[in-house]
Nanobody, 128 residues
Framework: QVQLVESGGGLVQAGGSLRLSCAASGRTFNSYAMGWFRQAPGREREYVATITWSGGTTYYAEFVKGRFTISRDNAKNTVYLQMNSLKSEDTAVYYC?????????????????????WGQGTQVTVSS
């Protein structure tokens, strides 16, 4: 069992930055690919970024490339999402996810419903 707790969300103006954190506890953290997903009101949950267990490879959705950075610190059992140049359309609840599949598979839209572990989510609101 893995427990995931997100933090760092809040209200920010367009063009600003936020850093989300996801603290993991339970089974071996560095065995899991990790990811960030988001869900806006009335929309399905969507992939934002994923990272391999080692942190060596990352994947990003097109709409965040160049603005968001995913990273992890296995010594601290924590994964991060640095969000820069935020836009109003980035407003959503952001969720941390963990699974033992590859980070590439974790990024596939068809896999969202099968992801093994989720955090409770943290709200990000970007005002224009």
């Amino acid at each position: 069992q893995v427990q995931l707790v997100e933090s760092g969300g809040g209200l920010v103006q367009a063009g600003g930055s936020l850093r989300l954190s996801c603290a993991a506890s339970g089974r071996t953290f560095n065995s899991y690919a990790m990811g960030w997903f988001r869900q806006a009101p009335g929309r399905e949950r969507e992939y934002v970024a994923t990272i391999t267990w080692s942190g060596g490879t990352t994947y990003y959705a097109e709409f965040v490339k160049g603005r968001f950075t995913i990273s992890r610190d296995n010594a601290k059992n924590t994964v991060y999402l640095q969000m820069n140049s935020l836009k109003s359309e980035d407003t959503a609840v952001y969720y941390c996810a963990a699974d033992m599949v590859s980070a590439s598979r974790l990024s596939r839209p068809s896999y969202v419903g099968a992801i093994e572990y989720w955090g409770q989510g943290t709200q990000v609101t970007v005002s224009s």
